[in-house]
């Protein structure tokens, strides 16, 4: 799909997301956010899509909700989804956020909403709500403290000031650190390694690295068996054990 606010594209596998409201610093209103649930909606429904990236047209990623939008009464909400239309429910498969030049505020939580985040040394993230008398209610206060530890988290948020992504790597926020103006190279790259391999296998790895948080030991051992149990059973691992056998590449079916 093409709009004035989202672009997408296909690349062998890899569904590559942009955020297309360079005017507006890729503010989300209600049109991004409804694109951004529909491209989240087509890649996981589409057999011949494995991962996704999202990034933002021009000179950042994302400012966040465009507060003009807001005040007008249009809220960038969509189902279930949330805010921006990702970051109460993401993607089922792999999703990486290709981050330059700013990443802050709701922008930043989009970013979190993603399974890895790449981005170029000089971009600015941060979650400054505070600083106008807001709080970061889409999501920052659940997933900070999921990658940075407890202090940090608490110094994000309650200051509101801003970091660069080569901080923001060494405390273990942004996971692949690049030269500026290299993140969506990078981050596709990874995707076309990702998706490479097995669809079913993708999607099941995803399932429990992000579920298992919630889970005791005892709980683990069964949700997991529960989740990739058909993985194991399906047409695609015995074209995977044939492939390395014959030693060829695989060709996956997805089921």
């Given at each position: 799909m093409t709009d004035s606010a989202l672009l997408t594209e296909r690349r062998d596998g890899v569904l590559l997301i942009t955020i297309n409201r360079p005017d507006a610093r890729?503010?989300?209103d209600l049109e991004a956010a409804e694109g951004i649930a529909a491209a989240l909606d087509t890649l996981d429904a589409d057999d011949d899509l494995s991962v996704g990236v999202i990034t933002g047209a021009g000179k950042g990623f994302s400012s966040g909700m465009d507060l003009k939008a807001f005040v007008s009464g249009k809220r960038p909400w969509v189902g279930d989804r949330g805010f921006?239309?990702?970051v109460q429910r993401s993607a089922d498969k792999p999703l990486i956020a290709a981050l330059e030049g700013f990443?802050?505020?709701?922008?930043?939580?989009?970013?979190?909403?993603?399974?890895v985040i790449?981005?170029?040394?000089?971009?600015?993230l941060g979650v400054p709500?505070?600083?106008?008398?807001?709080?970061a209610a889409g999501g920052a206060l659940l997933r900070l403290p999921q990658r940075v530890s407890y202090g940090i988290a608490m110094e994000l948020a309650l200051t509101g000031d801003?970091?660069?992504a080569e901080r923001g790597h060494a405390i273990g926020l942004v996971d692949r650190l690049v030269d500026d103006g290299g993140a969506v190279d990078d981050a596709l790259a990874l995707a076309a390694r990702i998706a490479a391999n097995g669809p079913l296998a993708l999607m099941a790895t995803k399932a429990v690295l992000s579920r298992q948080r919630d889970?005791?030991?005892a709980e683990f051992w069964h949700k997991q068996g529960e989740i990739v149990g058909p993985v194991f059973t399906s047409e695609d691992a015995r074209e995977g054990a044939t492939a390395f056998a014959e030693?060829?590449?695989p060709v996956w079916k997805g089921r």
């Open positions: 890729n503010a989300i921006a239309g990702i990443a802050v505020a709701g922008g930043l939580e989009i970013a979190l909403a993603c399974d790449v981005a170029g040394r000089g971009t600015k709500e505070v600083k106008r008398s807001i709080v801003l970091i660069t889970w005791s030991e030693k060829r590449d």
